[in-house]
């Protein structure tokens, strides 16, 4: 339910009467996407042509905390409203999998899951249709490609990939086969970002000018440590070396596998956990997100919030950051994230006549006109929006997407121009340099026409 309340002046002006005369009324904004990916030389890929009707198969890769209770626990609940059956779970440690199947078939009636060591042998399956990737970084890439590539349709869990070569790759797959990719960013299926994007599209802020976003937080322990490093976390326990994926190999480290995101092999910290979900909506309000023409980004760990948990390793990754992308439009946007203070301005668009403050979930927006336009624009308010941001709204948009067989809310297309900004960005902090970037070519260079090319694997010491 979306309700709009207007200010005016009691006596607008002449242009701004006829202007408020002459505007077009506007459909209530639904939670889809507002831009349209063309894709091109699709081949058809293997595995079942899925009708309204039928009932979708999902596996499931990664049972951790993520993936076991948002995934597995919610898509439980909603299994029924969804029409989904769960089929089949994997994960490097057993007492995972064992614990993911025991929750799926709790009072479920009829319900048979099979475990899995290894997600090949799961995606060797034919009867299951889709799979929830939820697994660390470095194994996003390969078991995305490897399950698009088998037929099956994917929502992974943010980011797209743990390096810029490996996310194109991803892309290339979505395209070639044609199977529904979502990324795990559900603050892209909330109303607010979407009707940031009618609005703006409909020319009612003006040119794009800067964008601002946040996602801070804040702990005694230190971000990411309240995971507990369990007992159980042995060499023996868990298979050490699938784990890793394409990470060199390395001693096994109990603390490495529970809290990776604080480590550079398994993630870009801040900028592959927090920064994601201000960046993705932030990106698809524009209506036509683009990539990135230059990334520069500054990150700071000066309160050393690890001495917080007695014990704990120090974390590579910085504990507060700022991200700042141009686009080719002329945008500025500006991504702000940590985990040592909480308290942060709100979300805002300006353009050049007016701006748009939106609401942290995405349920409400002000759209302010500059003092200059004020005759010409009118305030306006769009409260009450739905849906907000919500695990079970971003799943539903996914499993809706398969069987109408159009692209969701957080597509390849918007999540790839968004994993350009996080790869470049980690580069920026890391090799203290700004990066240029050249869509049509892939390439990066330094503002003095330098190629340097994307770190990966191996690249650096902690990579």
Not at 263 to 280: E, I, K, Q, S
Not at 324 to 332: D, Q, T
Not at 339 to 360: E, K, M, N, W
């Amino acid at each position: 339910m979306e309700t709009k309340s207007i200010s005016a002046s009691a006596t607008p002006a002449t242009r701004r009467e006829f202007l408020k005369k002459s505007a077009v009324a506007t459909a209530a904004v639904a939670a889809t996407p507002l831009f349209k990916s063309t894709v091109y030389g699709q081949a058809p890929a293997t595995g079942k042509v899925i009708g309204a009707n039928d009932r979708i198969v999902i596996g499931y890769i990664g049972v951790g905390n993520q993936g076991l209770n948002i995934h597995v626990n919610l898509l439980k609940k909603s299994a029924g409203g969804n029409n989904i059956a769960q089929a089949a779970v994997c994960d490097v440690w057993p007492k995972r999998v064992d614990t993911a199947k025991a929750l799926i078939e709790k009072d479920n009636a009829g319900a048979k899951v099979d475990t899995y060591a290894e997600y090949q042998k799961l995606l060797e399956r034919k009867d299951i249709d889709a799979v929830v990737v939820a697994t660390h970084d470095p194994n996003h890439a390969p078991a995305v490609i490897a399950a698009l590539e088998s037929g099956k349709h994917v929502y992974c869990e943010k980011p797209v990939s743990r390096y810029l070569e490996e996310g194109f790759a991803v892309h290339d797959a979505v395209k070639k086969t044609g199977k529904i990719l979502q990324i795990g960013s559900q603050g892209c299926s909330a109303a607010g970002w979407h009707k940031a994007a009618e609005l703006i599209q409909a020319g009612k802020i003006g040119q794009l000018v800067w964008a601002q976003g946040y996602y801070c937080r804040n702990s005694k322990e230190g971000e990411w440590n309240k995971t507990p490093v369990e007992k159980e976390m042995t060499a023996e326990a868990i298979n050490w070396d699938k784990w890793l994926g394409p990470v060199s190999k390395r001693p096994f480290n109990p603390e490495h596998y529970a809290r990776w995101r604080k480590f550079y092999p398994y993630c870009a910290g801040l900028l592959g956990d927090l920064v994601p979900h201000r960046l993705l909506p932030l990106m698809l309000a524009t209506g036509k997100p683009e990539f990135p023409a230059r990334v520069v980004c500054v990150g700071t760990k000066s309160v050393h919030s690890d001495k917080g948990t007695p014990g704990s390793l120090e974390r590579d990754s910085s504990e507060h950051l700022q991200v700042l992308a141009e686009f080719p439009n002329g945008l500025l946007m500006t991504i702000t994230a940590g985990g040592v203070a909480a308290r942060t301005p709100g979300f805002a668009i300006y353009g050049h006549q007016a701006s748009l403050d939106i609401g942290t979930s995405g349920e409400r927006i002000k759209l302010v006109p500059e003092r200059e336009f004020a005759d010409e624009i009118e305030d306006e308010s769009f409260d009450g929006l739905k849906p907000i941001e919500d695990f079970d709204v971003h799943h539903k948009n996914w499993i809706d997407s398969i069987r109408a067989n159009k692209q969701p809310n957080c597509n390849i297309d918007l999540a790839m121009r968004a994993q350009a900004v996080i790869s470049l960005a980690e580069m920026s902090e890391r090799l203290k340099i700004a990066c240029l970037f050249d869509e049509k070519t892939r390439k990066i260079t330094t503002d003095d026409g330098k190629e340097v090319k994307p770190i990966s694997y191996g690249t650096l010491p902690l990579s």
